[in-house]
């Protein structure tokens, strides 16, 4: 089985935040890439009210404001 890299932009997080969404980003591990060029690697707990809770891979929560952020990218497993 191969991956896919898979680019979320921030714009689509607030405008298009579906329950399909939600159960492929949900305890998925993710780069949150933000404006800035900083990247923060960990597992995307919850998205509400703006904010994305990140749990780094020390164990460290974040909570991050979506208007920082340029995308959110994550591996997903192709069917081929």
């Known amino acids: 089985m191969g991956k896919r890299l898979i680019r979320i932009r921030a714009t689509e997080l607030l405008n298009n935040w579906t329950s ?3 159960n492929r980003l949900i305890n998925a ?4 890439v ?3 060029g900083r990247t923060l690697h960990g597992r995307l707990l919850n998205v509400q009210n703006f904010e994305l ?4 891979n020390v164990g460290h929560g974040h909570l991050v ?3 920082t952020v ?3 990218i994550l591996d997903e497993k192709a069917p081929f």
């Open 20 to 22: 399909e969404t939600a």
């Open 29 to 32: 591990e993710v780069n949150v």
């Open 34 to 36: 933000f404006l800035d």
């Open 53 to 56: 809770s990140v749990r780094d």
């Open 65 to 67: 404001p979506i208007q």
């Open 70 to 72: 340029d995308e959110v």
